[in-house]
Each structure stands twice: as C-alpha cells, then as structure tokens.
C-alpha cells in the first residue's frame, strides 16, 4: 500500500457519497467494513494478538492512541478494548442497525453493560428471556435494583426520571411483538431511557431507533451469528449520543466482557447473508404458522392447541396498525405452539428429523425446544421452534410425519 494515511478502499460515508444514496442492507453486510480492509486478501484475516506493538517514533506515543499510518481505522492496543476481528464485526453492524455498535461476549452480558452504564433505581420490565431477569436479580443483590411490571399500570406508576422501560419485541419463546410507539410515550412523559432487546427481530425485520429507542440491544448469538456456533452480545447506541458509545467502550474495558477474536471472525463472515437468511427464515416461518394456525389437516388438529406468532396477533391483519408499522417486512422467524398435553409436547421432538430437539435460535438449522426444560415460566405444553433455512416444505412435512408417529406410539401406550 502507498504510504498515504488511508487503505485503498472507501469508508461508509464515502461509499454513500459516490453512489448518492444508502447502499441496500446486504450491500452494507459485505461492504461497510471495506475501508478497514488493509489486505489484498478478499476474505478477513484472523487476528489472535492481544497486544499491538507501539510506533518506534517516541513523538507519536499519546495516552491510549496507538495509531497506525498503515493502517489507520485498524489501530489497537489491547484486546480488552479493541482487537481486529471485533473491530470490524461492530463496523459493520453499525452500518447494519443504524447507530455506533458495540460488541460483547454474550447477549447477557451486553444486557449487563446496558444496565450498568444507564445505572437506572428501577427497570420496568415484562416477560421475555428469562436470563435478563437473572442479570437484575443480580443488580438487585448488589445495589437494591426495582424490577417493576411493564404489564402492570400500577407498578408503571413508580418510575421515576432516569429508570429503564425496557421492551423484548417480539418476546421470547413466544414471538408476539409489543408496541415501541406506546413504550416511548410512557418512557418520556416519566423521563425515562427506553432499551430494547431486538434479538427476535433482526435487520431488516425492525429498525427500533424509528420508534425513539435509546439503545438496542441483541443476542448477537442468534441471528448475527447465524450458524450456532458462536456466543456474542451487541448494543446499538443512539446515532445522536455518540458519548454514551465512548462511556460503554471505557466500561467494557473494565468489566472486561469483550467478544473473542474467533467470534469477531465468524461473525464477519455470518452478516455478510444475514439479508438472505433473515429473509429467508421469517418466510418460511410465516408459511409454517399459517399452515399451523389454519389446520385442514386432521392430524394438525389433532396435535395442536395454539399456535403463537406476531403475525395472529390482531393488530396484523390491519396495515395501518401499529405492528404493520413496526415490522414491515415480516414478523419473524421464531414462534411457539402448544401441543395438546404436556406429554405430547415433550415427545414430539424425538419423532422429527429434520428439526433439531436443542435450545437457542437464530442458526441455518430449524431447531425445536420442548421449552420447560430450560424456562421455569412457560406452560408445559409449549413447543419453541426456531426456523432454519431449510426449504419449508420440508419442514412442514416433518413435522407432519411426526404428530403421525406421536399418535402411533401414544395409541400403542393405552
Ligand atoms: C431474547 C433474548 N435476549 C437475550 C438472550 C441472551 O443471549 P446470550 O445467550 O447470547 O447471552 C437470549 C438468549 O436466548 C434471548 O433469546
């Protein structure tokens, strides 16, 4: 490379100057980290060092600047504040979800962080992944944390300015989205921040910061990861609060609870399909509650009870509401159903082949979970399915040759 300050490729901005527009979210998944890219390699390299040598010019040493001429949107000195591989997963993210991105080593632990740095007295907050009530739990014991009850008015009546109205949309297991629009009302009129956790509902199934959202936060193990086979947590800060990025970077140093390398790696290379798979998944998904929830076939309704998704909530049927509004591109490639009893939720995923009986969600592979083995809260009944990229088809005809081997073992048992 010529020894000028910059790699050959452009930045984000320059790239939406020379084309006169926003380029398209898959365009952004493989590009947006380009001027980053000092290699002629295509693909990225995998960088392990957790140190980075300093300039041997001793005029350029600056307190905690480590800036490299070659290199410059590629400078670093300790993992534990930044490291290559993450460094240009959040580029890319940024571009993606529409605010400067950080990354964490989990979901739970961006949750964490998001907690930590807003430092609330009170979180409202509803049902959802049961794990972000065990991180409050734990903020409780060391500095007597409220929980309130977003679903409850009279527990809403305590926030207070500075508290945390925080939102899962669409909720985990279930896949119901709840209105951003009503939280950020409530959240100003209180002076409240308002956070959201948007695992369930990727780009470009939802943009929260359209909805005033204060900071986004994702299980970047799901969708983002995209193959289970990486742990990771994301927070999107707000576009006009570029100090509060700045505040969780200098935190994350201290907690410590960065995102490996390897995973930074596997992560660039998942984003670069999240449009196709996301797209791909929410459909399918759509296909399969549809053909749930409207049972010609005898044997759906006899296996079935309900089948639970944002899309047979009632205010999808109306495109001027506000879940239209919400999620214009899909509801989402997570949704639940209850089987009859309890006994037959627990054995019907041993009778699938294509679906793997496993938790988590988010990856090329369907996956089915009997729920209560991992969430304490949940009817019994209930069935979580997470939908790969298989072909739907597929997929319905598994689960169909399943509720048949279930009512064939179930009627040799009586
Ligand atoms: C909605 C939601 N938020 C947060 C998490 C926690 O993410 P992680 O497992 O990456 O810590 C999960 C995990 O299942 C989740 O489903």
Known sequence: MASTDKPDSTGPDELTAAFGKQLSLSSRSVH?????????????????????????NPDDLKQWENHNPLAPYDSHIYSRDSAPNTTRFEAILTSLLNGPCLTYSSGLSAFHAMMVYLNPKRVAIGGGYHGCHGVLAILTKLNGLVKLDLEDPSSLS????????????????????????YYR??????????????????PPLLDPFKFGVDMIMHSGTKYFGGHSDMLAGVLAVRPDKPDWVEGLKLERLHLGSVMGSLEGWLGVRSLRTLELRVTRQADSAQKLVDWLSSPENELVKESVEQVLHASLQPEAKDENSWLRKQMPNGFGPVFSFMMKSEDMAKRLPSKLHLFHHATSLGGVESLIEWRAITDRSVDKRLLRVSVGVEAWEDLRDDLLKGFQALKDELKKKQ
Do not use: W
């Open 32 to 56: 947006a980290d380009d001027y980053i890219n000092n290699h002629q390699a295509v693909a990225p390299p995998m960088h392990v060092s957790t140190t980075f040598r300093y300039s041997r």
């Open 158 to 181: 305590q926030l207070q300015k500075g508290d945390v109205i925080h939102v899962e949309t669409p909720l985990n297991p279930t896949g119901e989205a709840r209105n951003l629009q």
């Open 185 to 202: 009302e409530l959240a100003s009129e209180k002076g409240c921040y308002l956070t959201v956790d948007a695992t369930f509902a990727p």
